[in-house]
């Protein structure tokens, strides 16, 4: 049985579960972008030394 | 730990939406309560770490406490306007309009608000010491909003009030227990997201200092 409001439930879940996967893919995406950056830091590094 | 509260959130899911009783007047909307009430106690304890981690940085002038608190307040603005938003959710089919300038939205509004300026100075200052001194000193002062919020609802003349007042220990057990659930599901999400973010600040920092030397 579908009850009242069902949307605005659905809406407000939605919201919240895009935001916290979309927060945690965004810091996945900066993580991956940083250890590239710092492995080529790193080669650059040992090839001036 | 991911696996864990994964298995923790559909397990609340399962419960608000097949176990817990059917409020007769708000019917499905009263079931937003099950996460707008912990995102917004996840603000609070995040907007706690802040001011901690605030006066911990002052006192020791250390890298990892400024970590903390920026990451905290991150995720306070986060889990705050996750509140913002799922209120108006619940108040446009209860109250008829998604909002309304009572005491508690509008306190929470202000800490919102604060915490744009926070990062402000953040984002407009450079990397040094000033930025963190100044942010550190608005993660305090915005703490002292936190209380006010939590004691909104019966601060001001009842009139004043449309927010509905905290009433779980009169609550049948399926709603306190599966509420409580979804306030442990939301604190471990929080503890997740926050080391996290401290670890890629931690390597931002690293790559920062290595571009210098290099």
Not at chain 1, 2 to 25: P, S
Not at chain 2, 144 to 156: A, D, G, L, Q, T
Not at chain 2, 167 to 176: C, E, K, L, T
Request: net charge positive; hydrophobic share 55%.
């Amino acid at each position: 049985m579908m009850y009242k409001y069902f949307g605005f439930f659905l809406t407000a879940f939605l919201v919240i579960f895009v935001a916290v996967c979309g927060w945690i893919y965004t810091i996945y995406r900066q993580e991956k972008a940083l250890l590239k950056e710092l492995k080529s830091l790193n080669a650059n590094k040992s090839e001036l030394e | 730990m991911v696996g864990a509260i994964a298995v923790l959130w559909i397990t609340v899911l399962y419960l608000v939406l097949s176990v817990t009783r059917i409020d007769p007047e708000q019917q499905m909307a009263q079931k937003i309560f099950y996460y707008h009430v912990p995102s917004a106690w996840t603000a609070g304890v995040a907007y706690l770490l802040v001011m901690i981690a605030a006066v911990l940085y002052l006192m020791k002038k250390d890298e990892k406490f400024d970590h903390l608190g920026l990451a905290a307040a991150e995720l306070g603005t986060l889990f705050c306007a996750l509140v913002l938003i799922t209120g108006p959710i619940w108040a446009k089919p209860i109250w008829g309009a998604p909002w309304s300038w009572e005491p508690r939205l509008t306190t929470v509004l202000i800490m919102f608000l604060i915490y744009i300026g926070y990062f402000m100075v953040r984002n407009f200052g450079d990397e040094g010491e000033r930025t963190r001194r100044i942010s550190s000193v608005i993660g305090i002062a915005a703490f002292f909003n936190v209380p006010i919020i939590y004691v909104s609802v019966k601060f001001w003349a009842a009139d004043a009030q449309l927010h509905p007042q905290p009433a779980m220990g009169q609550q049948s057990p399926d709603v306190f227990w599966t509420f409580m659930l979804s306030l442990l599901v939301f604190t471990l999400l929080f503890v997740h997201m926050l080391r996290y973010r401290v670890h890629i600040l931690k390597l931002r920092s690293k790559v920062l200092k290595m571009r210098y030397d290099v």
